[in-house]
């Protein structure tokens, strides 16, 4: 077995571009990474987007890249203490027998996965057309909390209506659920859709979304990730840092880059090109997050 | 001019102008458009809105009435602050008055199924 730091080298080689989310600067944390291996920090990874079920020319390997993704999850060589997919598990379908099927199909690819700690919630493509009813019959809930290792990790639904909002029912449970929080509690949101207004045009933002940040915003340590934006981008709302994570079906253009939000073409000369999955480095004692990105297949 | 015929024609001005608002109300179901507005029908079904290019004149009033035929769909254009959910069975209307030029998408912004993200559209507010 080899130790996390052997580790944190390995998976700089293979996996690329390394995004450190804290309060301190990015030479500060990587010192504090060196000398903190001895405290109880750990990682999960956060898969996104994968659209089982699409079928498309921006992606003609569609049957075969969650596959390739589980599999190089598998192959990490240190496995992730929980694993976490941030919502459109499949490809909306105005049928509702073959939404059924594609959740399943996800759910039996995905039980593939070594870590037995996975952890879903939906995408508007999964849930916005039956309010989640299918959904939660095979996944859970579409909204709750837990905690791991000193952080309180909150799952958010910004899709089960299909205006895009969390809701006044869901609102008030989470108010309840932060009021059981410290100030100074190490918080962690995963939700679907951006909670800030990234670019509403492109349907890239949550209608009452800045009720949420707003009662997050009293807590010091808040870290968002999500995902339906289908590329790595980076935002602050004040001091609560949000983290959007690669899709593994296709990528979509830089918020507002371009008129439409149309894929971006597939590249057969580079199978895959843009699409990956991440680990998430919690650093408990500084509340800092090192994200490392990873290609669908690695070497 | 004197004092009877001042107060008499007074009269006639008032009560000209309370059947103006009477006609105003009637005519567009809101008290605050007392200006002349051109009417655009647009429908909104899975998963366009047709017309889906709205041509306006900067500062013209314009009422939009959309009929949904199939879904509870959206209106949104975020850069004029302006949306609306369109609820089939009835005409849903919005006011408009652009106080500038330029080019601004529009969208359906309630999920309604497999075409969703291409419902959309622009309205192109000329000088
Ligand atoms: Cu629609």
């Known amino acids: 077995m080899i130790n996390r730091r052997d580790f944190m080298k390995l998976t700089a080689i293979g996996g690329g571009a390394v995004f450190i989310s804290g309060l301190t600067s990015l030479s500060q944390a990587a010192t504090g990474y060196g ?19 699409y079928q498309g020319p921006a992606n003609p390997e569609e049957a075969n890249t969650l596959k390739k993704a589980v599999a190089t999850v598998n192959g990490l060589e240190s496995q992730p203490d929980f694993i976490v997919f941030t919502g459109d598990l499949t490809h909306t379908t105005d049928d509702p027998k073959e939404r059924r099927k594609r959740l399943n199909e996800f759910r039996d690819i995905v039980s593939e996965l070594k870590v037995e700690n996975v952890r879903f919630i939906p995408g508007e493509h999964d849930a916005s057309l039956d309010n989640g009813a299918v959904y939660k019959e095979i996944f859970g809930n579409t909204f709750y909390s837990f905690d791991h290792k000193g952080v309180h990790f909150v799952m958010l639904d910004n899709v089960s209506d299909p205006g895009a909002n969390i809701g006044e029912a869901q609102l008030a449970w989470l108010a309840a659920d932060l009021a059981k929080q410290k100030k100074d509690a190490k918080i962690v949101v995963f939700t679907h859709r951006p909670l800030f207004d990234l670019a509403p045009k492109w349907d890239w933002a949550t209608r009452d979304g800045a009720k949420a940040i707003d009662m997050l915003m009293p807590y010091t340590n808040v870290t968002v990730f999500y995902g339906h ?71 | 001019m004197n004092a009877r015929h001042g107060t008499a024609w007074l009269i006639s001005v008032l009560c000209l102008t309370v ?28 998963f366009s809105f047709t017309p889906n290019e709205l041509k306006l004149k900067k500062g013209e009033n314009v009422r939009l009435e959309f009929t949904s035929l199939d879904f509870v769909h959206g209106f949104n254009v975020p850069d004029l602050n302006l949306r609306a959910d369109l609820p089939p069975g009835k005409i849903t209307t919005l006011h408009l008055t652009p106080d500038k030029a330029g080019t601004f998408d529009f969208i359906c912004d309630n999920f309604c199924g497999a075409g969703h993200e291409d419902m959309g559209g622009k309205i192109i507010v000329g000088n």
């Open chain 1, 35 to 53: 000398k903190g291996a001895a405290y109880d920090d750990f990682y999960f990874v956060q898969l996104s987007d994968t659209h089982w079920g």
């Open chain 2, 19 to 46: 059947a103006a608002f009477i006609t105003m109300n009637v005519a567009y179901g809101s008290s605050k458009n007392t200006a002349k507005e051109r009417v655009i029908k647009i429908v909104a079904q899975r």
């Open chain 1, 229 to 299: 934006i289908h590329q790595e981008h980076h935002h602050q709302t004040g001091h609560i840092a949000h983290h959007s994570a690669k899709s593994l079906i296709f990528p979509l253009p830089a918020p507002g880059s371009q008129e439409k939000r149309t894929p971006l073409p597939w590249d057969d000369s580079m199978p895959n090109k843009g699409l990956g999955f991440r680990e998430v480095e919690a650093e408990i004692k500084t509340a800092e997050y090192k994200i490392i990105e990873f290609p669908v297949s690695r070497g």
